[in-house]
């Protein structure tokens, strides 16, 4: 089942910050996290395994919370490079079959 | 260049006829997917691989058929193409650290 994404659209000003979340009806494996602009591919930003910590790499972390089937994206101090559409992606246990949100799509306006 | 090579980047293609989009990569990755990707939908899987030999079904397999002979090649079949099938479709694999890597996609219309 397809998780779910809020918000459905953000707009930022840069140096704002975002939180995208991922909600999920169904115990959770791991939660993947993809940015994808504009006529372009996904591109893969973090994982995050069930009794894992939370990751984060420059100023996009996410925290994965297993009891409620939840994750968050973080966007800190936002830049125009971080615009684009932001994708959950979800598995429930240890197979590899990856069930994507419908997407947030994020814009950061100078 | 290592990465995925999807083929054909664009199709115009007629109800009824039949369509195969092909992957290939050279990243000897195990795991390999097919996603659609239609407007306010997200990306949808159709089928995956986990190994050479194993498919499986996603989440919108009807009217979809792959194979996966070999590591490297996992084509897509459309074996009777109808319009809801127009999209864009997207190749990933995984090198079971759990990152997919996707293809530039394939964006394929049905008249």
């Known amino acids: 089942q397809q998780p779910v994404q809020s918000p459905q659209a953000v707009i930022l000003r840069e140096g704002e910050d975002a939180v995208i979340n991922c909600s999920s009806s169904?115990?959770?494996?791991?939660v993947h996290w993809y940015r994808q602009k504009h006529g372009e591919a996904p591109v893969f930003l973090m994982i995050?395994?069930?009794?894992?910590e939370q990751k984060g790499h420059d100023k996009i972390s996410a925290s994965f919370n297993e009891k409620k089937q939840q994750s968050s994206l973080y966007l800190t101090a936002s830049q125009l490079s971080y615009s684009g559409t932001y994708f959950c992606?979800?598995?429930?246990?240890?197979?590899?079959?990856?069930?994507f949100g419908q997407g947030t799509t994020l814009q950061v306006k100078p | 260049i290592a990465g995925i090579t999807q083929a054909p980047t664009s199709q115009i293609l007629a109800a009824g006829r039949r369509m195969t989009l092909r992957c290939t990569q050279d990243?000897?990755?195990?795991?390999m997917y097919w996603y659609r990707q239609d407007l306010g939908l997200g990306l949808r899987l159709i089928h995956y691989?986990?190994?050479?030999?194993?498919?499986g079904k996603g989440e919108v397999p009807d009217g979809y058929s792959v194979s996966r002979a070999n590591t490297d090649d996992f084509p897509l079949t459309l074996a009777s193409a109808v319009p809801s099938q127009t999209s864009v479709y997207f190749c990933?694999?995984?090198?079971?650290?759990?990152?997919?890597?996707f293809g530039e996609g394939s964006r394929l219309t049905v008249l």
């Open positions: 995050l395994l069930k009794g894992g």
């Open positions: 990243m000897r990755h195990n795991a």
């Open positions: 691989s986990n190994t050479a030999g194993t498919t």
């Open positions: 990933a694999s995984s090198d079971g650290f759990g990152e997919l890597f």
């Open positions: 169904k115990a959770l494996y791991s």
């Open positions: 992606g979800t598995e429930q246990d240890n197979t590899g079959k990856l069930i």
